[in-house]
């Protein structure tokens, strides 16, 4: 009787862990509408290009070697062929599929590299930006994931959950990880032709599909519940059921939250009802949340989520006056309100997985860590990419639109000049 319901707790926690990763390669889908709808019809080829590879690649190269690198039992278990509960080295017999862990995992890779693809939208060399997504995903991203969610040491014999570090679903370790990486390209990068008057001052360049960009946030916003409520874990007791339960309600309260924030605080600002301003508070109020949707009331999910709404609006237009060019507002986001989502964890979790007492120092300590390692790893390939085949692309492929020159089609042909 007990082996019968130990079976139908591994069955049904893995059928979630599966149902829950399906819901987060979704926002692949969110994320390339969202971007294809904030740029230029006449880049939409190559960012709708960029976001399909970025994902294929993703899955290759954390099968070959990311997986094993984050966890190391586990990836080199599943790169023997074991594929059961009975994985060499686990404390424990684990209550769902090893493989179905590596699949949840392996679309949080993929989130994170999306995250650099709408950064350096408009004028960065499609193979250029493939090539980092290959070093990005098979290295640099499970190499801190190793030292957060895989637990090992990173300084010297300590831990970051030594230090009182927590971090539920990934709001650093995902989300300001692939805003670090973006921040490094684009400054390396450069702004849009066009972009800076000669004065200095930054000028609107908008997006060719706001239909698109709308849809892809609502696709982000359902696929959210897959990466936070899949973050518990499990499901199939009444203490797991219990916690998915608020994990979705607080998710989806944090970005209601946000996008009303966001609306407001865009109506006192600029006198208009900014409907960019409103999806990226709705998407900055699930970045916020994502650190820990599990022990805040619903009340105090929303109110964290309308904090990283009005957030998100003043770091787009300080970025903006920075001359860091951000066509889809990836850095402000998911980088600037990444950080603020680990500095809410303390005012409602007392305790981190290990016992360890949550703290601010804590949180700033592995914001800093993953924030440091990402930047630094990623400028250095970004040099390196430019200094062997260059990231930008020539002014008259700019102008032109990279669709034509990196992809040789128009996503829009019959509305093109030539036809």
Request: glycine share 12%.
């Amino acid at each position: 009787m007990e082996n019968t319901i130990f079976e139908h707790g591994y069955a049904i926690d893995t059928f979630y862990f599966l149902i829950c990763g399906a819901l987060v390669m979704w926002m692949a889908a969110g994320f390339a509408m969202l971007e294809a709808g904030l740029v230029r019809s006449k880049n939409t080829t190559e960012i709708l290009t960029k976001n399909v590879a970025l994902y294929a690649i993703s899955c290759t190269m954390f099968m070959l070697c990311g997986y094993s690198i984050m966890y190391p039992e586990l990836g080199n278990a599943l790169l023997s062929g074991i594929t059961g509960d009975g994985v060499a080295g686990a404390e424990e017999p684990a209550t769902y599929a090893p493989s179905a862990d590596f699949f949840f995992q392996v679309v949080f890779v993929a989130t994170a590299m999306s995250i650099v693809s709408g950064a350096v939208a408009e004028r960065m060399k499609l193979w250029a930006f493939l090539a980092f997504a290959v070093v990005m995903t098979g290295f640099i991203y499970p190499m801190e994931g190793n030292w957060t969610w895989g637990g090992d040491a990173v300084f010297g014999k300590y831990k970051l959950s030594d230090f009182g570090w927590s971090d539920f679903a990934g709001s650093g370790i995902v989300h300001m990880a692939g805003a670090a990486a973006a921040l490094s390209g684009v400054l390396l990068l450069g702004a849009r032709e066009g972009k800076y008057s000669a004065d200095g001052k930054p000028k609107a360049i908008p997006g060719a599909n706001l239909p698109l960009a709308t849809l892809g946030t609502f696709i982000l916003w359902m696929g959210w519940f897959g990466f936070n409520g899949g973050s518990v874990l499990a499901t199939s007791s009444v203490e797991n059921a219990n916690a998915v339960a608020v994990v979705f309600m607080n998710t989806n309260a944090a970005a209601a939250g946000g996008l009303i924030a966001a609306l407001i605080v865009a109506r006192i600002l600029f006198g208009k009802a900014d409907l960019t301003m409103a999806l990226n508070g709705a998407l900055a109020g699930l970045v916020a949340i994502t650190a820990e949707p599990s022990a805040p009331t619903p009340l105090l999910a929303t109110l964290f989520g309308a904090a990283g709404g009005v957030l998100v609006v003043f770091s787009i237009l300080t970025l903006d006056k920075l001359k860091i060019d951000d066509p889809v507002g990836a850095i402000s986001v998911h980088g600037v309100v990444g950080l603020l989502g680990l500095l809410l964890v303390p005012l409602t979790l007392e305790t981190n997985g290990d016992g360890v007492a949550t703290s601010f120092v804590g949180q700033l300590i592995g914001a800093l860590t993953i924030f440091v390692w990402v930047f630094v790893t990623s400028g250095i390939v970004w040099f390196v990419l430019k200094m062997v085949m260059g990231i930008r692309v020539s002014p008259e492929e700019e102008f032109e639109g990279v669709d034509m020159s990196e992809c040789g089609m128009e996503a829009y042909p019959e509305f093109s000049k030539s036809s």
